[in-house]
Antibody
Framework: QVQLQESGPGLVKPSQTLSLTCTVSGGSISSGDYYWSWIRQHPGKGLEWIGYIYYSGSAYYNPSLKSRVTISVDTSKNQFSLKLSSVTAADTAVYYC????????????WGQGTLVTVSS | QSALTQPPSASGSPGQSVTISCTGTSSDVGGYNYVSWYQQYPGKAPKLMIYEVNKRPSGVPDRFSGSKSGNTASLTVSGLQAEDEADYYCSSYAVNNKYVVFGGGTKLTVL
């Protein structure tokens, strides 16, 4: 059974960089059938796709966040990471990591989510 | 890249059927059979309910079904049960742009 677990600071100061890591267990991140994704959900709001990465390092980002987002992968640790720079209060959200199945492009496994608050 | 359009709310009585729509464009929903639906309870992660328009993952009751016509996809929940009360989100993949887009979500209430 594949499991994903987010980790990282729950509180980030404005203008700083938000950094989260997703650890994958029960399966290899190097499987060619999947992309590894970040999704966020503002309090009381809907889901917002942030981006995804292939094990080779190819990444695709939401155009509205592209200038501030970097997703990277560490196959040796079976982890992938999110960095979001120059954060503001508008980046306060629950951040989920998820597995995106290719080519049907559905998120079949999700982490439990982690709340990141941007505040001084 | 615009969010897919879903009604903010839907409701039905136990045993009834309810259908939730999800409207996109020819670049996403209408262009490919890459529409999926997710169920989310408060405080929990979303759960995949339907993928590739009308396929159910193992363990999802057959009360849940999906369809698509043109740029609009639909999720139908038949034989409503109290446990179906949740938020539902559609999602689509835009192959040309390699984007993923979600709908705004629909809160399903079982009366």
């Amino acid at each position: 059974q594949v499991q994903l677990q987010e980790s990282g600071p729950g509180l980030v100061k404005p203008s700083q960089t938000l950094s989260l890591t997703c650890t994958v267990s029960g399966g290899s991140i190097s499987s060619g059938d999947y992309y590894w994704s970040w999704i966020r959900q503002h309090p009381g709001k809907g889901l917002e796709w942030i981006g995804y990465i292939y094990y080779s390092g190819s990444a695709y980002y939401n155009p509205s966040l592209k200038s501030r987002v970097t997703i990277s992968v560490d196959t040796s640790k079976n982890q992938f990471s999110l960095k979001l720079s120059s954060v503001t209060a508008a980046d306060t959200a629950v951040y989920y990591c998820a597995r995106l199945r290719s080519p049907s492009s559905n998120f079949d496994y999700w982490g439990q989510g982690t709340l990141v608050t941007v505040s001084s | 890249q615009s969010a897919l359009t879903q009604p903010p709310s839907a409701s039905g009585s136990p045993g009834q059927s309810v259908t939730i729509s999800c409207t996109g464009t020819s670049s996403d929903v209408g262009g490919y059979n890459y529409v999926s639906w997710y169920q989310q309870y408060p405080g929990k992660a979303p759960k995949l309910m339907i993928y590739e328009v009308n396929k159910r993952p193992s363990g999802v009751p057959d009360r849940f079904s999906g369809s698509k016509s043109g740029n609009t996809a639909s999720l139908t929940v038949s034989g409503l049960q109290a446990e179906d009360e949740a938020d539902y989100y559609c999602s689509s993949y835009a192959v040309n742009n390699k984007y993923v887009v979600f709908g705004g979500g629909t809160k399903l209430t079982v009366l």
